[in-house]
């Protein structure tokens, strides 16, 4: 079994910055593929950023350019650094973590508001 979880998310202005973190944890478990996912208040939820255990990266197009996604394999933590902040950024962050077994596993969110 494997355990994630997501942390700094907080409230900031318009134009701000945040890293997310995320990590997991568990035993016995590899990993294929990371990411991460926010959703909106009565919006789906949508990806915005994942990486592989290789280390390529693919970001959303609406967001390219002010996410970044990285990650410390020794730590099993994948981070999301997000840039310019917009008030449209404001949703609920997951991280999700694609095994070697190909079983996916969400984190429980962290929440990331943005005021104008």
Do not use: H
């Given at each position: 079994?494997?355990?994630?979880?997501?942390?700094?998310?907080?409230?900031v202005q318009?134009?701000?910055?945040?890293?997310?973190?995320?990590?997991?944890?568990?035993?016995?478990?590899?990993?294929?593929?990371?990411?991460?996912?926010?959703?909106?208040?009565?919006?789906?939820?949508?990806?915005?950023?994942?990486?592989?255990?290789?280390?390529?990266?693919?970001?959303?197009?609406?967001?390219?350019?002010?996410?970044?996604?990285?990650?410390?394999?020794?730590?099993?933590?994948?981070?999301?650094?997000?840039?310019?902040?917009?008030?449209?950024?404001?949703?609920?962050?997951?991280?999700?973590?694609?095994?070697?077994?190909?079983?996916?596993?969400?984190?429980?969110?962290?929440?990331?508001?943005v005021s104008?």
């Open positions: 079994q494997v355990q994630l979880v997501e942390s700094g998310g907080g409230l318009a134009g701000g910055s945040l890293r997310l973190s995320c990590v997991a944890s568990g035993s016995g478990f590899k990993i294929n593929a990371m990411g991460w996912y926010r959703q909106a208040p009565g919006k789906q939820r949508e990806s915005v950023a994942g990486i592989t255990s290789g280390g390529v990266t693919n970001v959303a197009d609406s967001v390219k350019g002010r996410f970044t996604i990285s990650r410390d394999n020794a730590k099993n933590t994948v981070y999301l650094q997000i840039n310019s902040l917009k008030p449209e950024d404001t949703a609920v962050y997951y991280c999700k973590l694609i095994s070697g077994t190909w079983r996916e596993y969400w984190g429980q969110g962290t929440q990331v508001t104008s």
